[in-house]
């Protein structure tokens, strides 16, 4: 397996993992699909701002992605990131989860990223757990944030300082 920066050519495996999430999983909140434009607009603004878009490959197939932003708008957040990291089904258990989050951990430090985010949610124990044992803090629970397929769902904030 590798990590390397994604590609536009990476967009249409990313969306398909991306939107494999929203349709089926409570992970994100979101109900609006990715396109494959707007990602691949996202790699090259990302990538463009000093900010890391990443794809974990195996035998030549992107198998996940991570990338960064800025936690909250205004200087003030400046040195503070939320990150996402996503994964296809098959390969989920196989330590490339934490790959990808030490890669995206190691670009943010250079970067000059004090502190990175990971928003989960309530009803996805095993991200939390993993994110515990990498290392991050549950520092928030903010009740009932998100609505997704007719329930309201916690959001989990944890941290890490880099």
Same mark, same amino acid.
Request: hydrophobic letters at 45%; aromatic letters at 8%; charged letters at 20%.
């Given at each position: 397996? @590798?990590?390397?920066?994604?590609?536009? $050519?990476? !967009?249409?495996? &990313? #969306? *398909?993992?991306?939107?494999?999430?929203?349709?089926? +999983?409570?992970?994100?909140?979101?109900?609006?699909?990715?396109?494959?434009?707007?990602?691949?607009?996202? @790699?090259?603004?990302?990538?463009?701002? $000093?900010? !890391?878009?990443? &794809? #974990? *490959?195996?035998?030549?197939?992107?198998?996940?992605? +991570?990338?960064?932003?800025?936690?909250?708008?205004?200087?003030?957040?400046?040195?503070?990131?939320?990150?996402?990291?996503?994964?296809?089904?098959?390969?989920?258990?196989?330590?490339?989860?934490?790959?990808?989050?030490?890669?995206?951990?190691?670009?943010?430090?250079?970067?000059?990223?004090?502190?990175?985010?990971?928003?989960?949610?309530?009803?996805?124990?095993?991200?939390?757990?993993?994110?515990?044992?990498?290392?991050?803090?549950?520092?928030?629970?903010?009740?009932?944030?998100?609505?997704?397929?007719?329930?309201?769902?916690?959001?989990?904030?944890?941290?890490?300082?880099?």
């Amino acid at each position: 397996m @590798i990590i390397r920066t994604a590609r536009i $050519g990476d !967009a249409p495996v &990313v #969306a *398909e993992i991306w939107n494999h999430n929203i349709c089926h +999983t409570a992970n994100t909140f979101t109900t609006i699909e990715k396109t494959v434009d707007g990602l691949a607009e996202d @790699i090259v603004t990302r990538q463009a701002e $000093g900010r !890391a878009f990443l &794809v #974990a *490959e195996m035998a030549g197939q992107v198998v996940g992605f +991570t990338t960064y932003f800025q936690f909250r708008s205004g200087p003030g957040y400046a040195h503070t990131a939320e990150h996402t990291v996503m994964l296809d089904e098959t390969t989920k258990g196989q330590g490339i989860g934490r790959i990808l989050v030490g890669a995206i951990e190691d670009h943010a430090r250079q970067a000059r990223i004090h502190t990175l985010i990971a928003g989960v949610s309530g009803e996805n124990r095993d991200a939390i757990a993993f994110y515990k044992a990498i290392g991050y803090a549950q520092v928030a629970v903010m009740p009932e944030l998100g609505r997704k397929f007719d329930r309201w769902m916690d959001l989990i904030l944890l941290q890490k300082r880099l």
